[in-house]
């Protein structure tokens, strides 16, 4: 196994032994631990019975119909390549979030500044804790693949996995100019919170909301509540899967 696939791997154990499972608060909801700068947002209730019942859908039995596997495929490139930057900075890609486990799955793309974005992935892996050290793994072997580097980190007192990520062809600088410092991406659990960013003052935030300091989030944006007192209305007493 290649030197940087065994680093990410140690890592991510190093990880693993410091989680605990007693006595631990609830995680609360996605839109109340993300900032009210969010400008994209899905989130999967619970991606076991989000792949359940989406098979049972018609649109679920039509992408799976082998005779539409080339109708299938195309899409599936289209997602893949339009979201190429959440491979390459948060290790999976659009089509594989039903793949992380928890439940409140969500993946977002909030301002950090005028000319900055950054991507999120959170989920509430209550009891899912194997299933959370084992994704670890996964996206820590990915990142690696796509050239980042592993390593550790602390982030507010708790123990992260931080990636070093390549520095793109536009910003590699000219001989003899010095390199500019790469971009980090960080994974963490926390309190039954899986938590990743290519952000630390984003996913520093992130765990102030968890402990009960949060600032102004999603779930306070007259436009996020509109939306989702439309989808109660529509759905009822029925919970949504997306």
């Known amino acids: 196994m290649p030197r940087t696939c065994n680093r990410a791997c140690c890592c991510v154990t190093l990880l693993a032994i410091t989680l605990f499972t007693s006595s631990l608060p609830a995680v609360e909801p996605s839109e109340k631990l993300l900032p009210d700068t969010t400008k994209g947002y899905v989130s999967i209730t619970d991606t076991d019975i989000f792949s359940e019942h989406w098979d049972k859908t018609q649109l679920g039995q039509l992408m799976n119909d082998p005779t539409m596997k080339p109708f299938t495929d195309d899409v599936q490139r289209q997602m893949s390549e339009r979201s190429s930057d959440l491979r390459e900075r948060l290790g999976l890609t659009i089509d594989e979030l039903e793949t992380v486990p928890g439940r409140d799955v969500c993946v977002a793309r909030l301002l950090v500044a005028e000319d900055r974005s950054a991507l ?6 209550t009891d899912r804790l194997d299933d959370a050290r084992a994704f670890l793994k996964t996206v820590s072997a990915t990142l690696v693949k796509e050239g980042a580097r592993a390593g550790t980190a602390t982030v507010s007192g708790t123990p992260a996995l931080r990636f070093d990520l390549p520095i793109p062809p536009k910003a590699r ?6 390199a500019p410092k790469p971009d980090q991406t960080y994974y963490l659990i926390k309190d039954n919170l899986l938590a990743g960013a290519d952000s630390l003052e984003v996913i520093q935030g992130i765990l102030a ?31 949504p899967q997306v």
């Open 173 to 178: 600088p000219a001989p003899g100019e010095r």
């Open 120 to 125: 999120v992935l959170l989920s509430d892996v």
């Open 209 to 239: 909301g968890q402990a009960g300091a949060a600032g102004k989030t999603l779930a306070d944006v007259p436009a996020f509540q509109a939306t989702m007192e439309r989808c109660r209305k529509d759905l009822g007493d029925k919970t």
